[in-house]
């Protein structure tokens, strides 16, 4: 029996090559984006026949009827992908700044809780083997200058994936938190400067599926930034600040 799968950011990115890679072995989709016309390009792409929703992650409520009605299509699913995320340059002392740095925070952690909320109990229910699957970033792991609100939506995110973790390991359910490094998408088409180790995003989506059907709780991905993440984790603040205090930054104003 094929499986089912629920992605959101299914338009672009990450979320499109999770599709495609998922779709190519025979799993019954659920795809959400605020795209429609991404969305059903996708769906005949990948030979129609999974549901598509049109939605923000941050509606919780329009994420619930999503969620009913793909379970009431295809069953709960196995696997259920937060993967919705937006990127800006953002700054503090410009006062425009502050309703975007409330944007990205909404879509990156909030959407991501939205997203799980509809399934938790009838995954716990339905038992078997189940994912919850989030997308954190490298980028989470220590701030970067002039990405205040992207760091700290994937730091929130990194904690709020393993407090959920904990909480439900007792019903076994795995929850696993990819944080990827660099990857070939959209969101970072617009960075003004090099990106080491990037990765061509059908590549990531086979490692990402690798690490969710393990059940990995966390990963970075490509493993070289893993290293990275490592020794960025150990710096103490006076070498980061030096080191990380002129480093380029994403332009202001670019919603990705």
Not at 152 to 159: D, P
Request: hydrophobic share 50%; charged share 15%; proline share 6%.
């Amino acid at each position: 029996m094929s499986q089912s799968v629920f992605i959101t950011g299914a338009s672009s990115g990450i979320g499109e090559a999770l599709a495609v890679y998922y779709a190519a072995q025979g799993a019954r989709l659920g795809l959400v984006g605020r795209r429609a016309d991404a969305l059903a390009a996708l769906n005949a792409r990948l030979g129609g026949g999974h549901a598509c929703y049109v939605l923000d992650v941050t509606d919780a409520a329009a994420l619930a009827e999503a969620a009913a009605d793909f379970m009431a299509r295809f069953g709960v699913p196995e696997i259920v992908v937060a993967s919705a995320g937006v990127s800006a340059g953002t700054l503090t002392e410009h006062a425009e700044d502050l309703a975007v740095i409330r944007r990205v925070m909404d879509i990156n952690l909030y959407g991501m809780a939205a997203t799980f909320a509809p399934f938790i109990p009838a995954m716990k229910q339905a038992g078997g083997w189940r994912r919850l699957v989030g997308i954190a970033s490298v980028a989470g792991i220590r701030g970067l200058p002039g990405a205040e609100a992207y760091s700290a939506s994937k730091a929130a995110a990194i904690a709020y994936l393993e407090s959920l973790r904990l909480e439900l390991r007792p019903a076994g359910i795995p929850v696993v938190t990819i944080a990827p490094g660099y990857i070939e998408t959209p969101m970072t088409a617009v960075n003004p400067y090099t990106m080491p180790f990037l990765l061509p995003a059908d590549q990531a989506a086979r490692r990402f599926a690798a690490a969710i059907e393990r059940g990995t709780s966390y990963t970075v991905i490509p493993w070289q930034m893993g290293w990275v993440a490592k020794v960025l984790r150990l710096l103490p603040n006076w070498l980061y600040d030096r080191l990380f205090a002129s480093a380029p930054r994403k332009p202001r104003g670019l919603l990705r």
